[in-house]
């Protein structure tokens, strides 16, 4: 049974990421300007442009290109970055865990915050802090986040100078970034917690171990906090999937040497192959993070089976 559920899981992978790489493809080769001018400059002759789109397979049809690709990804050989020279994957990979770190740090920081404030709401709802919860959750999902980290720059790294603006080798460097990055989900997942908490709370379980002397606390924080471990585990999957791909903006404003930053260079540079393979990078994490999290399930409810999933 779980052999056929992983199957079907990694069929759909597969369709997803053909899909992945088949639209990058297509929208980085039709946005305007010659690739082959970037490679060897304004001052180009017409002979060494006609030279650099030779060798790079700039001159064949779209759809030659497009098989040549597809017959590349099989091979697990996505092509060479002119700009950086080497492979365009191993360049992307090289990056990967420096995006892993922040969207690591993010995750932490969201789930060690969102998740008890979440629960203290649901022990006091309507009261001042389940009020400013709300209030912050909304005003920081409507803060764009490069404007946030432009503020906690200037704020903590300029004035204060209480923490590094950019990688400077501490341990302390990926804080800006992580908050940065968290912030917009944190009231969120806060308010998650607060709504499952809160249904929980009230079923038949919860009213009998009341009743039997129990204290709320140990409600709340044992046999509620088990039961709402499901979509919250859901949400966790899916919010580091979203860290990963959301951190390119972030990455840019702190200089954070990701994947997003080298994805931002590659496509000011129309370095193709260097923005498939990071797109497929983020897909394929994103692919892997889900199953993993349709995996924690069964390991979370026993009761589950794979067609519950």
């Known amino acids: 049974m779980m052999g056929a559920f992983l199957a079907k899981r990694l069929a759909q992978a597969v369709v997803v990421a053909f899909g992945a790489l088949t639209l990058v493809f297509v929208i980085v080769r039709v946005v305007p300007g010659d690739p082959a001018k970037l490679i060897v400059g304004p001052d180009a002759s017409a002979a060494q442009l006609e030279t650099v789109r030779a060798d790079f397979g700039l001159d064949d049809p779209l759809w030659r290109q497009y098989a040549d690709h597809l017959a590349g990804v099989v091979r697990g050989d996505l092509g060479d970055s002119w700009r ?5 994957l191993g360049n992307t ?6 995006t892993l770190t922040l969207s690591l740090a993010a995750l932490l920081l969201t789930v060690a915050v969102g998740i008890p404030l979440g ?13 400013v919860v709300s209030t ?8 764009p986040s490069f404007w946030l980290g432009i503020v906690l720059i200037l704020l903590f790294a300029r004035r204060l100078e209480w923490l590094p603006a950019t990688v ?25 917690v607060r709504s499952s908490a809160l249904e929980e709370g009230g079923k038949d379980y919860a009213r009998t171990a009341r009743a039997k002397g129990v204290g709320e606390g140990t409600i709340q924080y044992v046999h509620v906090g088990r039961n709402i ?8 999957g899916l919010l580091m999937g979203n860290f990963i791909a959301n951190a390119v903006i972030i990455e840019v404003v702190f200089s954070w040497p990701g994947i997003g930053s080298l994805m931002v260079d590659a496509i000011t540079n129309r370095d193709y192959a260097v923005v498939e393979a990071a797109i497929l990078t983020i897909t394929l994490s994103y692919i892997v993070l889900n199953l993993l ?6 390991v979370i409810d026993p009761r589950l089976t794979p067609e519950d999933a």
Request: glycine share 10%; net charge positive.
């Open 136 to 143: 912050g959750s909304l005003a920081g999902q409507a803060i």
């Open 168 to 192: 400077d080798g501490s341990p302390t460097a990926v804080l800006l970034p992580a908050f940065t990055l968290s912030l917009p989900f944190i009231g969120w997942l806060a308010r998650l």
């Open 229 to 236: 471990a499901i979509p919250v585990v859901t949400v966790l």
């Open 84 to 88: 950086l020279g080497g492979s365009a």
């Open 119 to 131: 629960m203290l709401c649901a022990r006091r709802p309507g009261k001042l802090l389940d009020l």
């Open 93 to 98: 990979l090289d990056r990967f865990p420096a």
């Open 293 to 298: 999290v349709d995996v924690v399930y069964f």
